[in-house]
T-cell receptor, first 114, second 114 residues
Framework: AQSVTQPDIHITVSEGASLELRCNYS??????LFWYVQSPGQGLQLLLK??????LVQGIKGFEAEFKRSQSSFNLRKPSVHWSDAAEYFC????????????FGSGTRLSIRP | DADVTQTPRNRITKTGKRIMLECSQT?????MYWYRQDPGLGLRLIYY???????NKGEISDGYSVSRQAQAKFSLSLESAIPNQTALYFC?????????????FGSGTRLTVV
């Protein structure tokens, strides 16, 4: 079965500190992986995506993610967080088949400590 | 104007009432989706449509129906609303030529059933 697990429901980090949000997936074929961010009261914005090639993917707002096939993981990182990064983050997996849909994890809420 | 527009943005309705949430897009995408977001559960797929004549149930379709009036319009109906349908609803679109990447989300409709 296809699934996405985000083990951390809520994380609090200090402004300026580094961040890593965890994501593990289960997918039968070659996965396409995504991270989305949802700011309070807003829709979902795509941060980055991985399809193939270099396993370290750069995204918007200074975020990056690393695909590790052996660990079925796609963790999101940022070297130094800003107060504006406070939001909910969703990891998602999909594929390229004609019937493919995106499956989302349950989300990780990020709070920033001043 | 937004690429994917959802109306209304917020709605409070009474138990047993029929309500329709509307989604329209200017992306020219052929595929459209309705997701529901609940705290701690992430986004769950309600219905999806790969073209005007193709409607499919998602993982949580009970209590919902949809209509694809045109390529650009996809409506979600709750025939008899119940309180546990209180949630944030998102419409999304994608291009079949791009598989499961390239989702564009609307800003969401916050529905409260009292």
């Amino acid at each position: 079965a296809q699934s996405v697990t985000q083990p951390d429901i809520h994380i609090t980090v200090s402004e300026g500190a580094s961040l890593e949000l965890r994501c593990n997936y289960s997918y039968g074929a070659t996965p396409y992986l995504f991270w989305y961010v949802q700011s309070p009261g807003q829709g979902l914005q795509l941060l980055l995506k991985y399809f193939s090639g270099d396993t370290l993917v750069q995204g918007i707002k200074g975020f990056e993610a690393e695909f590790k096939r052996s660990q079925s993981s796609f963790n999101l990182r940022k070297p130094s967080v800003h107060w504006s990064d406070a939001a909910e983050y969703f990891c998602a997996v999909g594929g390229y088949s004609s019937a493919s849909k995106i499956i989302f994890g349950s989300g990780t809420r990020l709070s920033i400590r001043p | 104007d937004a690429d994917v527009t959802q109306t209304p943005r917020n709605r409070i309705t009474k138990t047993g009432k029929r309500i329709m949430l509307e989604c329209s897009q200017t992306k020219g995408h052929d595929r459209m989706y309705w997701y529901r977001q609940d705290p701690g559960l992430g986004l769950r797929l309600i219905y999806y449509s790969f073209d005007v004549k193709d409607i499919n149930k998602g993982e949580i379709s009970d209590g919902y129906s949809v209509s694809r009036q045109a390529q650009a319009k996809f409506s979600l109906s709750l025939e008899s609303a119940i309180p546990n349908q209180t949630a944030l609803y998102f419409c999304a679109t994608s291009d079949s030529r791009q598989g499961s990447y390239g989702y564009t989300f609307g800003s969401g409709t916050r529905l409260t059933v009292v």
